[in-house]
């Protein structure tokens, strides 16, 4: 265990939070954050103190440059009340391998997890215990150097915030192909979670909300042809019997939820292929009936239906309610987090 110096809040405003009516995700915290430095080549001043604000040099190069990375979990109750995290070993070796894309410093999975643990324990009448709902934990690191130039930063921060999350309002989405512009491209930044993939996609994406989609379908950035993912979730389909979804093939983000999927589902044994798919043999499959599921993945949905897809205009529609592999994997992955069915893969960890 690390040492980690904690200094708490006067007094916790927790009982007054209403649980029953939070805010939109994203705009409430809980009281308490993890910081730690890296400082002359080493991790140190681990440290969890009241929420507040950084202090930072205009000069700041993550402000200037961009180099950030950032990771996205959850901590749960079972139902039989003991507080869990859900694959914070996978969150922490997918951190380090942003955090190596991007020239910055690892963090040793024992800090990364030790600090959430720490943290999470510290805010534990801060995680919801209404069905679907959960405490986010958002990880992050971002470059301290005050320095105008484009090169990799030598002191950062590692902060550790937690947030209160309601239950996902899950109603199926729409979704439209980006025929101009694209997420990421193979050699790029796409496999990492970092700023700039995000900030990228936010014009794109606000073209297809006012043509009245949810999210947009990535691309490849090459032919403009094999899907990627969706908005910020890796995506499946499912084609006559086999549940196809795009391969890994360095410009798509290495989703857990992904991960969970293809797993429980080849157990179950369904055909699970990772491969390339063309937006034409989406469109192929729709007019011969095949295309029956399509549902994107990651940690905030577990699994988001799609009712409607449009592909340069052919718009396909789906019958939402009637996807049976989409509910079955979603349905499987709120059952070992909640602890009501056996964790066969090590997936939950006791705080
Ligand atoms: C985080 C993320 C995902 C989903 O990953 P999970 O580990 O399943 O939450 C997929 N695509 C992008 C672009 C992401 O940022």
């Known amino acids: 265990m690390n040492d980690i110096k904690i200094t708490k809040i006067a007094k916790s405003r927790v009982s007054d939070f209403d649980f029953d009516n939070m805010p939109p995700f994203g705009h409430a915290f809980t009281e308490h954050m993890f910081v730690a430095d890296y400082i002359d080549g080493e991790w140190k001043n681990f440290e969890i103190k009241p929420l507040q604000n950084l202090s930072l040099h205009p000069a700041n190069l993550t402000?200037?440059?961009?180099?950030?990375?950032?990771?996205?979990?959850?901590?749960?109750?079972?139902?039989?009340?003991?507080?869990?995290?859900?694959?914070p070993l996978d969150h922490a070796k997918r951190f380090n391998r942003s955090a190596h894309r991007m020239s910055m410093p690892e963090i040793p999975v024992d800090l990364f997890i030790d600090a959430i643990k720490a943290l999470v324990k510290l805010e534990i009448n801060w995680i919801p215990k209404a069905v679907g709902s959960a405490l986010y934990i958002r990880p992050l690191m971002i470059a301290m150097d005050d320095v105008v130039g484009v090169k990799p930063s030598k002191t950062y921060k590692f902060i550790v915030l937690t947030l209160p999350s309601g239950p996902y309002y899950n109603r199926a989405l729409s979704l439209k192909a980006s025929m101009n512009y694209v997420r990421a491209v193979?050699?790029?930044?796409?496999?990492?979670?970092?700023?700039?993939?995000?900030?990228?996609?936010?014009?794109?994406?606000?073209?297809?909300?006012?043509m009245g989609y949810d999210q947009l379908m990535w691309l490849d950035a090459k032919e403009h042809k094999?899907?990627?993912?969706?908005?910020?979730?890796?995506?499946?389909?499912?084609?006559?019997?086999?549940?196809?979804t795009p391969m890994l093939d360095g410009a798509v983000l290495h989703g857990i939820t992904r991960n969970s999927i293809i797993t429980l589902l080849k157990d179950k044994g369904y055909k699970v292929e990772e491969r390339l798919l063309s937006i034409d043999e989406l469109m192929d499959a729709y007019d011969k009936g095949e295309l029956k599921?399509?549902?994107?993945a990651g940690t905030a949905a577990i699994v988001a239906k799609?009712?409607?897809?449009?592909?340069?205009?052919?718009?396909?529609?789906?019958?939402?309610?009637?996807?049976?592999?989409?509910?079955?994997?979603?349905?499987?992955?709120?059952?070992?987090?909640?602890?009501?069915?056996?964790?066969?893969y090590g997936w939950i960890e006791k705080i």
């Open 63 to 87: 402000l200037h440059y961009g180099q950030t990375i950032f990771e996205g979990m959850k901590a749960f109750f079972t139902n039989d009340n003991e507080p869990i995290l859900y694959r």
């Open 186 to 210: 193979k050699g790029g930044i796409g496999e990492a979670k970092t700023a700039g993939n995000y900030g990228a996609s936010l014009y794109p994406f606000n073209l297809a909300k006012e």
């Open 306 to 344: 799609i009712n409607k897809l449009d592909i340069n205009g052919k718009i396909m529609e789906f019958d939402s309610d009637s996807f049976e592999i989409a509910d079955y994997a979603k349905n499987y992955i709120n059952d070992v987090r909640k602890g009501v069915i056996e964790d066969k």
């Open 226 to 244: 094999y899907v990627q993912e969706i908005g910020t979730m890796n995506i499946f389909f499912v084609i006559g019997d086999t549940v196809v």
């Open 293 to 296: 599921e399509v549902f994107g």
